[in-house]
């Protein structure tokens, strides 16, 4: 998926369709191979997979709508959460690549309202901002990604007393 987007990236840059041609056929080729057996991991799963389907949706790369296309994903997520599936604060392979997920898909309802999904997927990020804290406070490991990740969240003013706290104890460990 990294690579389709440097690709895109590149032929909208150069002006060269080629890239943005041989971009179209990797994400084809991703598309088609994703299945649900494979981690929600951000580093190489679902979440991932999911958040960069978004990105090229989001900077006009793909005209596609992310609801439809990332409905699977988005449920699949939702129950992850539900039972707490994943230990850790990194972004490859952590709570945060959870995140990093939701808040790319819901960024545009900042804008231009709720969706049905993006509602849903609001509730259960509440739900993961309060696991991400509880998650805090029982490992001791790195916090440079869970900080990166609240002050993206932190000017979007969602559960913003919440994550003002976490980053308050995030500085403070």
Known sequence: MGIAIAL?????LSGELAY????SELLDDVCQNLNYSMPISFNDGLCGIGWGIEYLIQHGYVDADGDEILRDIDLYLI????IYGLSGLSLRNGIVGLGRYILIRITPTFLFGDTFSSALLKEYFIYLIDWLEEELKRVD???DDLLDFLFDLYPTGFYQTKVSDLIKYCMNK
């Open 20 to 23: 943005e041609e041989v971009a």
């Open 141 to 143: 490991e790195p916090v």
């Open 79 to 82: 129950r992850c959460i539900h």
């Open 8 to 12: 895109f990236r590149y032929g909208r």
